[in-house]
């Protein structure tokens, strides 16, 4: 799923061709992306896009009348510009977004459609798709704090809660974890007042660092290759793979559709998490140390 750094690229690349443009139209291939019938879609054709803003992880199209257009891009939602009356490929493309200047296009791969487009009007209407995360960038660290520990929630469910943290996602909060040296499955209470501070700066660096870094890579261009696991990670989708602070085999935990990766030697002091689906089928030979795991591999 697109998280913070990319929906801020999108943004920022995206200003320049369509800020104070008219969306001429947008063509819908796939009825299922648009979540709303009142106001009707063609409320915002013929009208410029007076602004861009994120909305956790979606991107919100201001027009005037106090009209937006929320476009959600899940986990497989990917944007693309295109010549001017460019349609998108095959099964995947969703809709596009017609410009004077080009348009934005919308795919999504697989098969499930969970890319979403809202058009709602009014300011409580489009506060009504917040899911009301902090901003970790911009809020102090009292505020922080707070947030963390009002529930007592593994590190790995705070930050990638949107009502909890905004713009934080799977990809990331492995990275934040590894640098941080956190367990993936410490307890917010757990941690002490010092760790919570140094927890809020990392987030904040990893967060900056990587938006700079996709920035750089888009230049004048349009992000294209936007994905959850890129060659610089340290830890995500690298499963097996040395850990670059200490060289020991990253880890994982598999859940549903997701997976954790972590560090046994950096995050849980030698520790190997257990795995939901092999230590079921394992029970008592599921190996507990870096030790147990060698000897399991032999």
């Known amino acids: 799923m697109p998280e913070y750094p990319d929906i801020e690229v999108y943004i920022d690349c995206l200003k320049p061709r369509v800020l104070g443009q008219t969306l001429e139209r947008v063509r819908l291939f796939n009825p299922f992306l648009l979540r709303t019938y009142d106001p009707p879609v063609e409320a915002i054709h013929g009208k410029p896009v007076l602004a861009l803003s994120r909305l956790g992880k979606r991107i919100v199209f201001h027009f005037d009348d106090e009209l937006y257009a929320v476009l959600h891009l899940m986990i497989a939602g990917r944007l693309h510009w295109k010549p001017a009356g460019a349609r998108p490929p095959g099964k995947i493309g969703l809709a596009a977004f017609d410009f004077p200047t080009g348009s934005l296009t919308l795919t999504e791969a697989g098969s499930k459609r969970r890319a979403s487009l809202y058009i709602v009007r009014g300011r409580s209407a489009l506060a009504a798709h917040d899911p009301g ?17 009002r529930e007592n929630r593994t590190l790995k469910r705070a930050l990638t809660d949107p009502r909890i943290l905004s713009g934080i996602g799977n990809s990331y909060s492995d990275e934040i974890l590894l640098r941080a040296g956190l367990s993936p499955l410490v307890l917010t209470r757990q941690l002490p007042p010092d760790r919570v501070e140094q927890l809020r700066r990392v987030i904040i660096d990893t967060l900056t660092e990587w938006r700079d870094r996709l920035r750089a890579e888009a230049g004048d261009g349009f992000p294209e290759k936007v994905t959850a696991f890129r060659p610089g990670m340290a830890v ?29 030697r950096c995050q849980t002091g030698g520790r190997v998490l257990a795995d939901r689906s092999l230590s079921r089928l394992l029970k008592d030979d599921w190996p507990r140390t870096l030790e147990e795991l060698e000897e399991f591999r032999k």
């Open 133 to 149: 995360g902090l901003e970790v960038i911009g809020a102090t660290p009292e505020q922080f704090a707070a947030v963390l520990v």
């Open 236 to 264: 995500h989708g690298r499963f097996g793979q040395p850990c670059p602070q200490c060289g020991t085999p990253v880890q994982r935990i598999r859940y549903a559709d997701n997976e954790t990766n972590y560090c046994p």
